[in-house]
């Protein structure tokens, strides 16, 4: 069960806020986000634990609600170089073995 | 100086051909995992190797094969190349003792089968 992440895609203008949510059925220990430019490959950006503070990257930052299993990045003042696809990724366990599972990312496309 | 690296970077290569892509961390880490993303972008783990021992396998045809002759490489072998298998193939590391698994990728090997 993949996380389900909104919205699937969203266009900005440079400057402008945008956030993208995470959304996971099953009880999380922790969340990474990473961005895909086109062409390349996943990068980290930051990690949110259990019972951990909001994290910050540059004028990105994201929480986690562990209660509802979701999480969510806040982009600020987004700038060009923000465009590319955000993935959550989420760990949990099943029956005692450890799952990381991607979500079904977000597109970004910020414009001049 | 690159942390984790595959080989090589573009595959194409004719239905029904084995093929093999290679991989190598050079950050120390013990895990290494093989995902693959298809055209519309979903990242799914196929394999995952803890020092050399296999410690996930999710339902990936037994044409995939991963070998990981020592824990800073891991590779990955398909048998009988199908339409299907067209997609990048990302080789990740990760450090569980450094805390929660941040994967570290590689520069991806774009597969393209005819």
């Known amino acids: 069960q993949q996380p389900v992440q909104s919205p699937q895609a969203v266009i900005l203008r440079e400057g402008e806020d945008a956030v993208i949510n995470c959304s996971s059925s099953?009880?999380?220990?922790?969340v990474h986000w990473y961005r895909q430019k086109h062409g390349e490959a996943p990068v980290f950006l930051m990690i949110?634990?259990?019972?951990?503070e909001q994290m910050r990257h540059e004028k990105i930052s994201a929480s986690f609600n562990e209660k509802k299993q979701q999480s969510s990045l806040y982009l600020t003042a987004s700038q060009l170089s923000y465009s590319g696809t955000y993935f959550c990724?989420?760990?949990?366990?099943?029956?005692?073995?450890?799952?990381?599972?991607f979500g079904t990312g977000t597109r970004l496309k910020v414009l001049a | 100086d690159t942390a984790v690296s595959q080989t090589p970077k573009y595959l194409v290569t004719q239905m029904g051909n084995d093929k093999s892509i290679k991989c190598e961390q050079n950050?120390?880490?013990?895990?290494m995992y093989w995902y693959k993303q298809d055209s519309k972008k979903f990242l799914k783990i196929m394999f995952s190797?803890?020092?050399?021992?296999?410690?996930i396998n999710e339902t990936v045809p037994n044409r995939f094969s991963p070998k990981s002759p020592d824990k800073a490489h891991l590779n990955l072998h398909i048998n009988s190349l199908e339409l299907g298998d067209s997609a990048v193939y990302f080789c990740?590391?990760?450090?569980?003792?450094?805390?929660?698994?941040?994967?570290?990728f590689g520069p991806g090997t774009r597969l393209l089968v005819l």
């Open positions: 990740a590391s990760s450090d569980p003792a450094g805390g929660p698994e941040t994967q570290y």
């Open positions: 099953k009880a999380l220990y922790s």
């Open positions: 949110l634990l259990k019972g951990g």
């Open positions: 990724g989420t760990a949990h366990t099943t029956s005692g073995t450890y799952k990381y599972i």
């Open positions: 950050l120390g880490h013990d895990t």
């Open positions: 190797y803890n020092n050399k021992e296999l410690i």
